[in-house]
């Protein structure tokens, strides 16, 4: 585990302490924890679904396979 000593405003540390008492959390640290996830979940790349993930893999294992315009890629990995 990771252990870091940050440095917040009054504004930055009300707003923690109200993460951390809308989610029943039981210290800033899992408030901390909590506002990652959620940025996580609403800014980071999502994981690839597992059927497109296939396509690409299939795509891959034909040699070289050339489009000629971008719509026949995407018609391709549909």
Same mark, same amino acid.
């Given at each position: ?21 809308? $989610? ?18 609403? $800014? ?22 050339? $489009? ?11």
């Amino acid at each position: 585990m990771v252990q870091n000593i940050i440095s917040l405003s009054e504004k930055e540390d009300r707003i923690l302490n109200i993460v951390k008492a809308k $989610f029943g959390l039981k210290n800033k640290s899992e408030a901390v924890k909590m506002i990652i996830l959620i940025y996580e979940k609403s $800014f980071l790349e999502p994981e690839l679904r597992p059927e497109y993930s296939e396509k690409i893999e299939k795509i891959k294992k034909e040699k070289y396979h050339k $489009f000629s315009t971008v719509d026949d890629l995407v018609k391709e990995t549909r």
